[in-house]
């Protein structure tokens, strides 16, 4: 699915076939989660193929990186431009892409100095496949921001999301939705979380949540469109009275929630302010109305 016998990633400063690059498996990422990744998507543009806001993405690599003492040996510019011969090479233009910056040899906690950068890249569909979403309410909570850097991309956090994820599947959800410490709501596990209520919309804060740059993006649509946004905590009650909501990410894109706990939010995915946000996302990524230096 993530590659064929075809396939070029690029791998410690050189273009190989996936099919033979390999790895050591006493690396302390493979072991202890101490590694970082970044998601990015490339879209076919009447500009041609571009990488929404690609820097914003390798800046935020770099960024996960220094939290957890890894110095990569690469500028955010060299990892752009490493990304699309990559995608050249493998004649992609719709895709989604992966840097994984994982570590060498060390079964110690300690810092580790070897350290080895992973690009792949596949097509791959918007991660939610509808837009009529069954969220469940999940019994795990985002991780306690003083445990890790939570706003990071760092592999071990995933556990808890892949946790949730399979949680919501085995009782047949499409989605979880994590609260935070407090008790208040945070987000789902791969994506961010936005809800309407009486024609504002409401997305928790900075704090317990991984900052996506989606939903930057859908903050500064928002202004464009005159939405007003309000970033505030609010509780999983408030939720169940809110007219709709939506998730948001690179993976994700924009995903319309039709129920929490199978109770369908008031509103029509298509009449909701999710919707025109959508809608506008859609067309800035596919019609390289933004240039991918432009956006922050
Ligand atoms: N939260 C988590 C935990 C994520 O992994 C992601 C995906 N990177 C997001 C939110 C959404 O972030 P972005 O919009 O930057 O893809």
């Known amino acids: 699915m993530y590659y064929t016998k075809k396939t070029i990633v690029f791998h410690n400063g050189n273009f190989v076939k996936a099919a033979e690059a390999n790895t050591d498996l006493f690396s302390q990422t493979l072991h202890y989660g101490s590694g970082v990744f970044d998601g990015i998507r490339a879209y076919e543009t009447v500009a041609g193929t571009q990488a929404f806001k690609i820097r914003t993405h390798f800046e935020r690599l770099l960024k996960s990186s220094a939290r957890i003492h890894i110095e990569l040996p690469y500028t955010a510019e060299e990892l752009v ?23 060498g040899p060390n079964m110690r906690l300690t810092k580790t100095n070897e350290v080895n950068i992973f690009i792949s890249a596949w097509k791959w569909p918007r991660y939610q496949s509808n837009d009529q979403l069954d969220v469940m309410l999940s019994s795990f909570q985002r991780p306690n921001p003083r445990a ?3 706003d990071a991309k760092i592999t071990g956090n995933y556990i808890n999301s892949i946790l949730a994820t399979q949680e919501a599947k085995m009782k047949k959800f499409d989605e979880a939705l994590l609260l935070d410490g407090g008790g208040f709501v945070a987000q789902g ?72 706990n199978h109770k369908p939010f008031k509103k029509d995915w298509k009449d909701t302010m999710g919707y025109q946000l959508f809608t506008k996302y859609r067309q800035i990524v596919t019609h390289g109305e933004y240039d991918s230096y432009s956006i922050i």
């Open 81 to 103: 431009n490493i990304t699309y011969r990559l995608l050249e090479e493998n004649k992609l233009e719709n895709a989604y892409i992966r840097p994984l910056v994982y570590l």
């Open 148 to 150: 890790s850097y939570i």
């Open 189 to 260: 596990p791969g994506d961010n979380f936005f809800m309407e209520k009486d024609g504002v919309l409401y997305t928790p804060p900075e704090g317990h949540i991984l900052p996506g740059i989606t939903r930057q993006t859908i903050l500064n649509l928002s202004k464009e469109l005159d939405f007003e946004v309000i970033e505030k905590l609010f509780t999983i009650e408030d939720v169940a009275q809110a007219d709709g909501a939506f998730f948001t990410g690179t993976a994700t894109e924009v995903a319309g929630i039709k129920s929490l």
